[in-house]
Structures are given as C-alpha cells and as structure tokens.
C-alpha cells in the first residue's frame, strides 16, 4: 500500500488548504517530498494543515528546475537540511547553490532507485530537462510527473522498458494525441497541475480517471 498526498497544486480540492500555481506531492511511506511547488509558504502552510512535517521528510526529489516546482526549496530546507535531495544535470548552477547552502544534492544521470520500490527515470527530454518517479505497486508501475515536459508518451516508454506501466498521476502539461494514446490500458489515471486536456483525458478513460488536486490522497 503507498499512500501520496497532492500538497501543491493550483487545482483546488480540500477545505483548508492554499491553491496555488505548481505542484507537489509526498509519498507517507517512504517519506519522500515530490516537487515543493512555487512559495514556500504555500507549501509549509499546507503540510502543516495536512499533518505532514518538515522534520519527518528523508528525501526530496526535484522533477524539474522550474519556479512552480522549486519555489518552496528554500523555506523547506531551513526547515529541515537533513534530508536527501535528488536533482539532474538538468538544474541550474543557482538552485544547486541554494541547495549545497543546506546539504549535497545527488546528481541523478539514469534510472536510479532512491527509495524501496522508488525509482526516478533520471532526466529525460532535450529543452527542458526532467525526471518523473516510479513506484512499484502490486498491479504495475506508478508514474509521478512533475509536468510530463518530455511528453507523457515518451515517459511511459522509457518506464516500460522496467516493467508495466499501471498508473500516472500529476502534471501532464502539453497533452499529444500521441501522448493521451499512451494512455490506453492504464487502471489509475489522474491528472492535475498545467495539464491542459483533463477533460479529454476523462471523457476517452472514464474507468481509470481519478480527480486530482490539492489534498487528494492516492492510496494504492
């Protein structure tokens, strides 16, 4: 069973909570924080109110360096400069700073496990860089996207070379006919963030969509 949170995200969900452009997730129990959205606020004021702590985070691991899913870096690692950050050749020299003020970021090239049953594809796509997980589950591989900047369908071929791909959740960004294809034969299907064909993507998989947003919580 993994259970993931949606902590950041500009589609609003639960009662309590601060929407706001970006996203971010965090997986209970490997205690591993996806993403950390734009303010650092933001992200701490929702954690707070979700009853997930800066203190108890192991790892952080960062899809992309782009302002929506790095902005909260900063106020999350005065929190807590424990924990592991996971990055790629992708970033640039100024977020590598900010983190190597806190701890040592490991520089992710390939496919790599950073957790039990957690694996990040390593950088993928040429302009914009970006790493999205893997998350063994007992029906397949579960897919976390940041943005899907590389294109979904492309992401979903390089996890398959590890296994069935059973689920993607997150931001799927510029969604192909290609990309929204890929899709076919997935059981868990929820997109959020800057995903700009969610009610495409509804209306061709009504069986495996599932709403994202803010405060949902995935358990699976």
Same mark, same amino acid.
């Given at each position: 069973?993994?259970?993931?949170?949606?902590?950041?995200n500009? #589609?609003?969900?639960?009662?309590? &909570?601060?929407?706001?452009?970006?996203?971010?997730?965090?997986?209970h129990?490997?205690?591993?924080?996806?993403?950390?959205?734009?303010?650092?606020?933001?992200?701490?004021?929702?954690?707070?109110?979700l009853?997930?702590?800066?203190? *108890?985070?192991q790892?952080?691991?960062?899809?992309? *360096?782009?302002?929506?899913?790095?902005?909260?870096?900063?106020? &999350?690692?005065? @929190?807590?400069?424990?924990?592991?950050?996971?990055?790629?050749?992708?970033?640039?020299?100024e977020?590598?700073?900010?983190?190597?003020?806190?701890?040592?970021?490991?520089?992710?090239?390939?496919?790599? @496990?950073?957790?039990?049953? #957690?694996?990040?594809?390593?950088?993928?796509?040429? *302009?914009?860089?970006?790493?999205?997980?893997?998350?063994?589950?007992?029906?397949?591989?579960? #897919?976390?996207?940041?943005?899907?900047?590389?294109? &979904?369908? $492309?992401?979903?071929d390089?996890?398959?070379? @590890?296994?069935?791909?059973?689920?993607?959740?997150?931001?799927? /960004?510029?969604?192909?006919?290609?990309?929204?294809?890929?899709?076919?034969?997935?059981?868990?299907?929820?997109?959020? /963030?800057?995903?700009?064909?969610? $009610?495409e993507?509804?209306? $061709?998989?009504?069986?495996?969509? $599932?709403?994202?947003?803010?405060?949902?919580?995935?358990?699976?």
């Amino acid at each position: 069973m993994r259970t993931i949170t949606e902590v950041y995200n500009n #589609i609003p969900g639960r009662e309590g &909570l601060t929407p706001d452009w970006g996203f971010s997730c965090y997986i209970h129990e490997a205690k591993l924080l996806f993403d950390t959205g734009a303010k650092g606020d933001v992200l701490l004021s929702n954690m707070r109110v979700l009853g997930i702590l800066p203190a *108890d985070i192991q790892s952080l691991a960062l899809s992309h *360096d782009h302002w929506d899913h790095t902005g909260g870096l900063q106020a &999350l690692l005065a @929190e807590n400069s424990a924990m592991e950050v996971f990055v790629h050749r992708g970033f640039s020299r100024e977020t590598l700073g900010l983190i190597r003020n806190h701890t040592t970021p490991v520089i992710i090239e390939d496919w790599t @496990e950073i957790a039990p049953g #957690i694996a990040t594809t390593g950088p993928l796509g040429t *302009d914009i860089q970006e790493q999205s997980l893997a998350i063994d589950l007992a029906g397949g591989l579960l #897919i976390i996207t940041g943005c899907a900047h590389p294109h &979904l369908s $492309r992401i979903i071929d390089r996890v398959s070379r @590890e296994g069935t791909v059973w689920g993607v959740i997150g931001g799927l /960004h510029t969604v192909t006919d290609d990309d929204i294809d890929a899709l076919e034969g997935l059981a868990y299907v929820s997109a959020s /963030h800057c995903t700009d064909k969610i $009610r495409e993507i509804a209306d $061709r998989y009504p069986e495996a969509f $599932r709403p994202g947003g803010l405060g949902a919580v995935h358990r699976l």
